[in-house]
């Protein structure tokens, strides 16, 4: 059971994140070793320079079971695969609009 100050925290949590759209960026080893080192950042300079901190929750997660497809990432249900520094852009646009 949670003492009622963690639970404050996981409300707030979840609160703060109920309305927002989730960019999940997999963190897994595969993943990693194959170039989401370098989009963490592209994603984050994109979600500040669109000012769209407000809107999105973004984070890493361990491996989704798709090593082969990586790297891999999820915007809101949908999932993205063999993700590059080349076509995020692409992604992001279809997704946000800028
Ligand atoms: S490490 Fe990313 S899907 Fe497995």
Redesign the pocket.
Known sequence: MFSVEISKVIIKIIMNTADKIEIVI?L?????SRG?KSMVKQIDDYIKAHRLTERVFYHGSH?????E????MRIGNNFYYQVTPENLHKILYDNFGY
């Not at 897994?28 to 990693?32: A, D, E, K």
């Not at 491996?63 to 090593?67: K, N, P």
């Not at 497809?69 to 891999?72: A, E, F, N, R, W």
Request: with cysteine; proline share 6%.
């Open positions: 997999c897994g080893s595969s993943c990693f989401n491996c989704f079971g798709a090593c497809k990586g790297p891999v």
